[in-house]
Structures are given as structure tokens and as C-alpha cells.
T-cell receptor, first 115, second 115 residues
Framework: AQSVTQLGSHVSVSEGALVLLRCNYS??????LFWYVQYPNQGLQLLLK??????LVKGINGFEAEFKKSETSFHLTKPSAHMSDAAEYFC?????????????FGKGTKLSVKP | DTGVSQDPRHKITKRGQNVTFRCDPI?????LYWYRQTLGQGPEFLTY????????KSRLLSDRFSAERPKGSFSTLEIQRTEQGDSAMYLC?????????????FGQGTRLTVV
């Protein structure tokens, strides 16, 4: 069965600093991986996704993630944090083995950005 | 089309009452998903439809939960005899049926409070 673990429920960075949000997955089949962002009292917005092909994936708002099969990781990074990046971030894997197309989410990492 | 729409955005109900939520997906999307998100957790998959067929419902939380999508367009999620533990954000998402790599678009959710 597929699963996702996000390391660190809360990450705090200074404005302009590197953002690194960690995600490890478990999957018995080649995974499809996603990062979503959620602002308070809002739904989820897709930042980026990995399906096949290039392992470095670029998304919206300057975010990118690298799929590393050997490490079963899909960490999210951004070179320079902005105040507007403060939100909760969710890593997800597509549940191939179960209901095709539904997502299995991690518990989320709340990102705070200090001025 | 402006995206996935959910109604109401907020619902306060007394314990034991029935509630129904509505989701209008993106018009060309034939898959529709329901998720529940409790405080501090990632979204948890409940059920999904492809057109009007409910293809997975084993993860609905109890027999008090039911969902319909009668004409393959909008969907409703009903909770009967609500309990305080049902308090959560209920999220709807839609996608095209292109396998597990398909991006799901989320609505803003319905926040349920059971008092």
C-alpha cells in the first residue's frame, strides 16, 4: 500500500532563506507524487507533480521538487522564501493499488516565514 | 468555469441532525472525489465517482455517510445523525479519468461544526 511521511509538522524560515520541506513515500508500484499548498480556510492548490520522466520537477511560485527513487523521497524546495509562502504544504501519492486516482496525503507541514 | 464549487462553506449543526453538502465539479471532469480533513491532518479519502458510478465507497467512515452523483455532474455528501467527531472540513475534488497521474482540482471545502 502507498503511504507518505512528511518530516516536521512545522518549519520556520526567514524571508529570503531556503525553503526545504521533506517528504518520503512508500509505494509498491512506480509512484505518482504531488505537492499541494493550502492557505487558511481554503482548499488545496497543486504546486507540482511527478509522474514519469525528468526527476526534477518545477512548479508554480518558484517551487521545485526532486524525485529520488533510491531515497524514496520527494522533497520540496524554494531558493528564497517570501512572506506569501506561509501556508500548509501537503505531499501526496496517487493510490494506484486502491482506488485509481485518489490521493493519499501526508499530515502536512506548516511553513512560517519570518520577516 | 471557475473551478470546483462547494456549498455551503460553513455549516453548524446540532448533534443528531442530518446534513448535506453539495459539490459542483469542473464541467468537463468526469471524476469526483470526497475527502475529509480534520485539524492538523492531511485530507483523508472517503469516496469517488466516475460519471454517475460510485466506484469506491468502502472508505466512507460509517453507514451514516453516503454520497450520490445522480446525473454525473454535481454530487452530494450526506451525514446522518451527526456526531461531534464529524466536525471537520469536507473537501471535494474533480479530475479527468486519465489514470492515477491526473491532477485533482479541489474546492474550498465545507467546514462542518457539530455542537
Amino acid at each position: 500500500a502507498q503511504s507518505v511521511t512528511q518530516l516536521g509538522s512545522h518549519v520556520s524560515v526567514s524571508e529570503g532563506a531556503l525553503v526545504l520541506l521533506r517528504c518520503n513515500y512508500s509505494s509498491s508500484v512506480p509512484p505518482y507524487l504531488f505537492w499541494y499548498v493550502q492557505y487558511p480556510n481554503q482548499g488545496l492548490q497543486l504546486l507540482l507533480k511527478y509522474t514519469t520522466g525528468a526527476t526534477l520537477v518545477k512548479g508554480i511560485n518558484g517551487f521545485e521538487a526532486e524525485f529520488k527513487k533510491s531515497e524514496t523521497s520527494f522533497h520540496l524546495t524554494k531558493p528564497s522564501a517570501h512572506m506569501s509562502d506561509a501556508a500548509e504544504y501537503f505531499c501526496a501519492v496517487s493510490d494506484w493499488g486502491g482506488s485509481q486516482g485518489n490521493l493519499i496525503f501526508g499530515k502536512g507541514t506548516k511553513l512560517s516565514v519570518k520577516p | 468555469d471557475t473551478g470546483v464549487s462547494q456549498d455551503p462553506r460553513h455549516k453548524i449543526t446540532k448533534r443528531g441532525q442530518n446534513v448535506t453538502f453539495r459539490c459542483d465539479p469542473i464541467s468537463e471532469h468526469n471524476r469526483l472525489y470526497w475527502y475529509r480533513q480534520t485539524l492538523g491532518q492531511g485530507p483523508e479519502f472517503l469516496t469517488y465517482f466516475q460519471n454517475e458510478a460510485q466506484l469506491e465507497k468502502s472508505r466512507l467512515l460509517s453507514d451514516r455517510f453516503s454520497a450520490e452523483r445522480p446525473k454525473g455532474s454535481f454530487s452530494t455528501l450526506e451525514i446522518q445523525r451527526t456526531e461531534q467527531g464529524d466536525s471537520a472540513m469536507y473537501l471535494c475534488a474533480s479530475s479527468l479519468a486519465q489514470g492515477a497521474e491526473t491532477e485533482a482540482f479541489f474546492g474550498q471545502g465545507t467546514r462542518l461544526t457539530v455542537v
